[in-house]
């Protein structure tokens, strides 16, 4: 079973930058994408972005507004997601999952969970 690291939150005003790291071990990205969700307390667990793992296209939740940006480097079994334009409502503990699926119309993670890493946006 494939396990998760990620790693990369921390604390950033409004308007800064983060890029969160996602390490895979006991396994590699097999699924048909790979992407990053969020939960912010009292919140539902949400779709942040995807990416394909054949032809590499990406989609994004609607609030990310062409701020954020997934990539992976599948030589390394890692996924990244650069965060710009940082708001005070994208505080949230940030995961990621290796098998993302029924993307762009429902994106839906079947793959384990890491432990997340927490992004959190001040004023």
């Known amino acids: 079973q494939v396990q998760l690291v990620e790693s990369g939150g921390g604390l950033v005003q409004v308007g800064g930058s983060l890029r969160l790291s996602c390490a895979a071990s006991g396994g590699t990205f097999s699924g048909i994408a790979m992407g990053w969700f969020r939960q912010a307390p009292g919140k539902e667990r949400e779709f942040v972005a995807a990416i394909r793992r054949s032809g590499g296209n990406t989609f994004y939740g609607d609030f990310v507004k062409g701020r954020f940006t997934i990539s992976r480097d599948n030589t390394k079994d890692m996924a990244y997601l650069q965060m710009n334009s940082l708001r005070l409502e994208d505080t949230a503990t940030y995961y990621c999952?290796?098998?993302?699926?029924?993307?762009?119309?429902?994106?839906?993670?079947?793959?384990?969970w890491g432990q997340g890493t927490q992004v959190t946006v001040s004023s």
């Open positions: 999952n290796v098998d993302v699926r029924e993307v762009p119309s429902s994106p839906r993670a079947f793959g384990s």
